[in-house]
């Protein structure tokens, strides 16, 4: 069961009471994301942290160069898929915190025992200045304790709440600075209309049997449109004597459905989200006799067609009063009707 987004990012912003002094709150960003991001890092490496520790120390004790890629395979989700990062560092957050004297010199070892590739997300944040900045207001060791207390592990926090935990606080840290979030992020709600608009020219395609389709989706958010574009699509072969296609196309855009997808959804970050063969053969499918799934994929379909008749009828409306407002804008600027008839 994940935890709840709005918990966490209320947690995570409680963090702001330490920081009023030394930041103003616009300032807060510069301390709370670094902190969640990295915190997030030192709970996903976890489960592979030993590994990474043992084949460090025997790598470096040869004087073997460039141990980065060997290390980024071995440091592995609880899938066993490889990360792509790594840390071999000694130290996590709780031995962090266990250490409070030296908790600037061992928060900077622990960042730069990351992989280069993680390193460069922390070089972007100019997070060294942060950490000296804590450190000489004597709130340094008081902030990672508190971040310490946040179990921020896939199992407990998967990706999508974690994207919300995020989309959360960049909100928080714009109203804090007067900007509009939106300027920063794409609401899902667009995300959802542009993965729509991309998949429409092809639902033919996508809809034959057989057919192999490889999908870019570079900019997807961290919501929603994972499931609905991941990098696998499945084609499910039913057996129509028990469910009809149709009626199984339904069901996994319902509610029900969806909190089954949220609940498998894996990846080692939130743009990287799949679903498992294995996990969607498990779904538990309501399954009422063929006649009733016709009757309700009939009645849907009846839905969807006074839908989109109604939609066409609200669409040509507005076009003809837009077309009616041009009009009268250019009778009344050319004279054709009098002052005294607009008056009135």
């Known amino acids: 069961m994940s935890a709840n987004f709005q918990q966490l990012a209320n947690f995570i912003w409680s963090v702001a009471d330490l920081l009023r002094g030394p930041y103003r709150p616009p300032q807060y960003e510069r301390v709370m994301l670094p902190l969640t991001v990295l915190r997030r890092f030192d709970a996903v490496l976890a489960s592979s942290k030993d590994a990474v520790l043992k084949r460090h120390a025997e790598l470096s004790s040869k004087g073997i160069p460039n141990i980065d890629a060997i290390l980024n395979n071995l440091a592995k989700d609880e899938d066993g898929v490889p990360l ?87 909100r928080r840290f ?110 538990l499918t309501p399954l009422p006799p063929l006649s009733e799934q016709t009757e309700i994929v009939n009645c849907l379909q009846r839905a969807e067609e006074r839908f989109q008749s109604m939609t066409r009828q609200v669409s040509a409306s507005l076009a003809l009063l837009s077309e009616r407002r041009a009009a009268l804008i250019t009778a009344a600027v050319t004279g054709q009707i009098p002052l005294e008839v607009m008056a009135s």
């Not at 971040?147 to 995020?166: C, Q, S, W, Y």
């Not at 899902?188 to 057919?211: C, H, S």
């Open 84 to 170: 792509g990062f790594h840390n071999h560092s000694q130290l996590d957050f709780y031995k962090l915190k266990g250490d409070p004297d030296n908790i600037g010199r061992h928060l900077a070892d622990y960042i730069n025992g990351f992989s280069e590739n993680i390193r460069k997300i922390f070089e972007r944040f100019e997070f060294d200045k942060e950490i000296e900045k804590l450190e000489e207001s004597n709130r340094l060791y008081q902030v990672v304790a508190q971040f310490a207390e946040i179990d921020l592990h896939p199992r407990k926090v998967d990706n999508i709440t974690m994207g919300l935990v995020f989309e959360d606080l960049i």
């Open 174 to 283: 714009n109203e804090a600075a007067n900007e509009t979030a939106g300027d920063h992020f794409t609401p899902r709600e667009v995300i959802q209309l542009m993965v729509n608009l991309l998949l429409e020219p092809d639902t033919g395609v996508l809809t034959q049997a057989g057919v192999i389709v490889t999908i870019c989706d570079p900019a997807c958010g961290t919501d929603e449109p994972n499931l609905l574009l991941p990098d696998l699509i499945y084609r499910l072969r039913v057996q129509e004597e028990k469910i009809l296609p149709e009626y199984l196309t339904s069901f996994l855009t319902t509610a029900a459905a969806r909190v089954q997808i949220r609940r498998d959804a894996r990846g080692s970050s939130g743009s990287m989200v799949k679903v498992s063969q294995g996990h969607v053969l498990d779904w």
